[in-house]
């Protein structure tokens, strides 16, 4: 059964279209990518699943619940959660004070330092720095403050947009790894992300999104190897 089912979605910016009609499915379990180039509207997608952003057409169905018109905040409490392009993590704020913030969902103190301690198990380098302001912190502790914040609400569904962005080849390996550990303890993971070979290396499934539409999907194997997908997106 599909976790999440997105159906014909449209959206637009003004009188420009920006999302033409395009479904796609993640199903319980998988790591499902999707891939495009700058401008594609990868983005875009994203924060109209999540509700940020509105829906002209279309409908998003989450465990089988209809969230189209569901509010932000109501779908994380469903556990749906994101992790933003460009991370957006609470720069004047520590590194404590931002997981807090993402286990705003949480009542119970007892769980919540559960999680807490969980978190910083996972990410060694939160736990040091969890006093320190969070725009202090270097690029890649930063993505894994945003993803730490996001556990914090204990996502069935984690939406990755553009993790490696910006950061060293050294980083963007060690992002992937813990992509792949997140998904190896249970996460379902909706990933997107323009380091294509990254993407489809570690993807169940995956999608090509091209200006707005999909054009291709399959296997991250099948995408892989895909002379259109190696012409447009590998490097040969």
Do not use: W
Request: with cysteine; charged share 20%; net charge negative.
């Amino acid at each position: 059964m599909a976790m999440l089912e997105v159906n014909n979605l449209e959206v637009y910016y003004g009188v420009i279209c920006a999302l033409k009609g395009i479904s796609f499915e993640v199903n319980e379990g998988e790591i499902v990518s999707l891939i495009g180039a700058n401008g594609a509207g990868k983005t875009t997608m994203m924060q109209s699943v999540v509700g940020l952003i509105p829906k002209k057409h279309g409908t998003v169905r989450f465990n089988g619940q209809d969230i189209t018109k569901c509010p932000c905040h109501k779908i994380v409490q469903l556990g749906m959660t994101q992790v933003p392009e460009g991370r957006r993590i609470f720069q004047e704020l520590t590194v404590y004070e931002n997981l807090l913030m993402g286990a705003y969902t949480t009542k119970d103190q007892q769980v919540f330092k559960s999680d807490l301690e969980a978190i910083f198990d996972r990410f060694p380098r939160l736990a040091e720095r969890s006093k320190q302001i969070a725009g202090t912190l270097s690029g890649g502790e930063q993505q894994m403050l945003a993803m730490g914040r996001a556990l914090m609400s204990k996502p069935k569904l984690l939406m990755l947009d553009e993790p490696s962005m910006g950061l060293a080849p050294i980083l963007v390996d060690q992002i992937f790894e813990l992509i792949k550990e997140l998904h190896a303890a249970g996460t379902t993971i909706l990933l997107v992300e323009q380091n294509a070979s990254k993407a489809l290396e570690i993807a169940d499934r995956a999608y090509v999104l091209e200006t707005g539409s999909i054009i291709l999907s399959g296997t991250g194997k099948e995408l892989s190897q895909s002379d259109e997908v190696r012409k447009a997106y590998l490097g040969g």
